[in-house]
């Protein structure tokens, strides 16, 4: 089963950039669209961006635009931009779809001045 590894997160102050990466124990087939998800302290887990096997994008209203979600055939990537501090959050990335693959422990992200 694959197991998820995200990296590249770290302490940025307000408007800076960070760009996230998602690796997997085993190649992420290519049919599957793939997402990232953020959660906050003492949040439930959200979806952020999407992006599917045809990459095809979306994403949460709350990144639009500044974020930007990409692929190829071993990892999954988060650009994020214009970073502000309510995206501060552990970041992990999963299958799009409803069935999920096992959580990895996510990347931290913390945007404070």
Do not use: H
Request: proline letters at 4%; glycine letters at 10%.
């Amino acid at each position: 089963q694959v197991q998820f590894v995200e990296s590249g997160g770290d302490l940025v102050q307000p408007g800076g950039s960070l760009r996230l990466s998602c690796a997997a124990s085993g190649s992420i087939d290519s049919i599957y669209a793939m997402a990232w998800y953020r959660q906050a302290p003492g949040k439930q887990r959200e979806w952020v961006a999407r992006v599917t096997s045809g990459g095809v994008t979306n994403y949460a209203d709350s990144v639009k635009g500044r974020f930007t979600i990409s692929r190829d055939n071993a990892k999954v990537y988060l650009q994020m931009n214009n970073l502000r501090p309510e995206d501060t959050a552990v970041y992990y990335c999963n299958l799009a779809t409803l069935t999920k693959r096992p959580w990895g422990q996510g990347t931290q992200v913390t945007v404070s001045s």
